[in-house]
């Protein structure tokens, strides 16, 4: 079964600066998808960015990115000029790569509470 | 806003009873997807329909059973509810089974048993 762990319950950041949120997770499958999604205190889930474990380039939306290490397994995010707006808990999520198939869900880590220090 | 909506948002009941959440997922959407989100468990995923058949399961309790109608809402049903019940329950909806697709959550419906 595939497990996926981020190892900090909570991070702070400045105003203005760079923060980089760790995932890593565990599976035997060769394709699949990488998530992560932000859940701000209005309990929303917004997806923030996607990777395809097949792209070796690693995904950018705006502000934010990702580091991608299949051979690691570990897909971090990175939030540049970090914003008050970006204080949220964030969750890292994997889902098999499955066409036509049965298993599409989401399987998520604990979370990592993110503060915005103005 | 996602396009897929929960009813109701908010849930208060007693241990023993018995509740049912519904979602309508975004126009066209085929796929619907029930999560569980709790202090305990984390999120965790509950069940999963395509067009109205069940496809996947995952950790859902044998108390609880969902459905997906014609119309393609569904509803989860959730009985004997007990006090570790409490969660905020959200559903997901994608245009197809295929994981290729994004899903897209609701807002969720907090349930708070008493």
């Known amino acids: 079964a595939q497990t996926v762990t981020q190892s900090q319950p909570e991070m702070s950041v400045q105003e203005a600066e760079t923060v980089t949120l760790s995932c890593t997770y565990d599976?035997?499958?060769?394709?699949?998808?990488l998530f992560w999604y932000k859940q701000p205190p209005s309990r929303q889930m917004i997806l923030v960015i996607r990777?395809?474990?097949?792209?070796?380039q690693n995904a950018t939306e705006n502000r934010f990115s990702v580091n991608f290490q299949k051979a690691a397994k570990s897909f971090s995010l990175k939030i540049s000029d970090s914003q008050l707006g970006d204080a949220a808990m964030y969750f890292c999520?994997?889902?098999?790569?499955?066409?036509?198939?049965?298993?599409?869900?989401?399987?998520f880590g604990k979370g990592t509470k993110l503060s915005v220090k103005p | 806003d996602s396009g897929v909506t929960q009813t109701p948002k908010h849930l208060i009941t007693a241990t023993g009873q018995r509740v049912t959440l519904r979602c309508s997922p975004r126009?066209?959407?085929?796929?619907v997807y029930w999560y569980q989100q709790s202090l305990d468990q984390g999120l965790q995923f509950l069940i999963q329909?395509?067009?109205?058949?069940?496809?996947a399961k995952g950790n859902i309790l044998e108390r609880f059973s969902a459905q997906q109608f014609p119309d393609l809402h569904s509803e989860l049903n959730l009985s004997s509810l007990e006090l570790g019940d409490s969660a905020l329950y959200f559903c997901?909806?994608?245009?197809?089974?295929?994981?290729?697709?994004?899903?897209?959550f609701g807002p969720g419906t907090r349930l708070t048993v008493t």
């Open positions: 999520a994997y889902r098999s790569a499955w066409y036509g198939g049965s298993q599409g869900n989401l399987i």
């Open positions: 997901a909806s994608s245009p197809r089974r295929d994981s290729h697709y994004e899903q897209y």
């Open positions: 599976t035997s499958e060769s394709d699949y998808y």
């Open positions: 329909y395509y067009n109205g058949e069940e496809r």
């Open positions: 126009s066209g959407d085929l796929s």
């Open positions: 990777q395809e474990a097949y792209k070796q």
